[in-house]
């Protein structure tokens, strides 16, 4: 392996081991739907996904509460020592794919019958550590100036 592609070897290497990560596979529910919901977590602190996703009222929101929480154990997992509330994590990526495609049939009149697709996806959630320079930006932003 030549040094270009050794030095980005090491540099991924030492990526993931800042970050941790979920799977859920084959979930339920239909990707489009479950997109709708990881959309609004997305780049979150973790500590205020999971109030999003404990009171989002759709039906993907349980699944997607329970793999955030996996995924911060994950991550506690892999950094002994370190509790998920002292370091600022963040939902890095997730991604929503679509899964089996389950096909059935439904009666209809006059003999005919419909399809009825039960659709599944998979879902990927990785958390990571927010830098240091990206927490002190987020917290400016957050610290708007009140117009009077």
Known sequence: MGKRKRLRADH???ARKLCSYAVLRNCPLPA????????????????????ILQYTQRN????????????IS???????????????LQVKTIMVDEGK?????????????ARILKRSCHVYIEVAE???EEVESANKQEQKPVME
């Open 74 to 88: 994950n991550w506690s997992a892999k950094n002994e020592g370190r509790e998920a509330g002292d370091a600022a």
């Open 130 to 132: 927010q830098r240091a």
């Open 60 to 71: 993907s929101a349980p699944y997607l509460h329970k793999l955030l929480k996996s995924a």
């Open 32 to 51: 489009q739907k479950v997109r709708l919901v990881a959309d609004t977590v997305r780049g979150v602190e973790v500590g205020r996904a999971l109030g």
């Open 101 to 113: 495609t389950l096909k059935r049939m439904h009666a209809r009149a006059q003999g005919r019958g």
């Open 12 to 14: 991924l290497k030492e």
